[in-house]
């Protein structure tokens, strides 16, 4: 049986039901493989039609092989950038490559958006000032786009990050993580209901703030919940929160796109 093969049985299991175990087998099998098996893992993927298992495939290929110079360089033979945590490990090289395909090749929109957010990820110091440089000259043409800051900033905050008043980076995640453990006993309905369509907000995270591996947040009190709506798809849900696990909907929240523009200034 081939890795793909193995991948596909694997991940078609659980695909309308959520299983962690198989989805760890698929990891560690992807994992353990050779730069050659991951090239090869690589180049079938390219002739799969399922988008999703694609993503999922070059997500895990980032994260476990996280500096491949002959993938990089077959994914920007194809003009291949997404998904865009792919090169964020790339090489000195393979960043200047990308820079010089941007500014001198010849992409399309679609391929331009993806190339700037797949350097966002890459987030070095040469980047940075090259954003930086960019906001300061905004709107700007690239590749015959017209970017504004909002679109700038909207491309950073997919990585992570964005530019401070002095044009540094400044991180919007924390760098420690944990794995995520799902409590069946938790309560995962807010009694706080979504605005746009009157459904209860559900509880993705619950924190408790006395435990030592929660001191990172920086948030006083007691408890801390997060909520969204997944009835109204937004991409991103504001709420107000408290340190006692009370969570509210945001008069902020109006619409999708009305989101996206509050999050790009």
């Not at 300061?136 to 504004?148: E, K």
Request: proline share 3%; aromatic share 10%; hydrophobic share 40%.
């Amino acid at each position: 049986m081939t890795v793909m093969h193995q991948i596909k049985k694997w991940y078609y299991s659980f695909q309308n039901r959520w299983n962690e175990e198989r989805m760890q087998q698929i990891i560690n099998l992807i994992q353990n493989l050779s730069e050659q098996d991951v090239l090869t893992l690589a180049r079938e993927s390219f002739q799969l039609e399922d988008d999703m298992l694609v993503s999922e495939i070059f997500e895990i290929i980032a994260f476990t092989h996280p500096n491949i110079p002959r993938l990089h360089q077959e994914l920007i033979d194809v003009k291949c950038f997404y998904p865009h945590v792919m090169f964020r490990n790339a090489s000195t090289e393979t960043r200047e490559q990308l820079i010089d395909l941007l500014l001198n090749g010849e992409l399309d929109s679609t391929q331009t958006h993806h190339l700037m957010c797949t350097l966002a990820w890459i987030g070095d110091k040469r980047v940075i000032k090259l954003y930086h440089d960019w906001w300061q000259q905004a709107p700007i043409q690239i590749q015959g786009d017209t970017l504004t800051r909002e679109d700038l900033s909207w491309k950073l905050k997919l990585a992570g990050w964005q530019l401070n008043t002095n044009g540094e980076r400044q991180n919007l995640v924390w760098e420690e993580h944990y794995k995520a453990i799902s409590a069946p006993s938790a309560e995962v309905v807010s009694e706080e209901k979504c605005s746009c369509c009157n459904e209860p907000l559900i509880i993705l995270f619950d924190f408790d703030l006395s435990l030592p591996s929660a001191e990172f947040l920086q948030f006083p009190g007691e408890r801390l919940r997060i909520a969204t709506c997944f009835q109204c798809g937004f991409d991103e849900v504001f709420t107000i929160v408290d340190g006692f696990g009370n969570v509210k909907w945001s008069d902020v929240n109006q619409n999708p796109e009305t989101n996206k523009i509050l999050l790009s200034r």
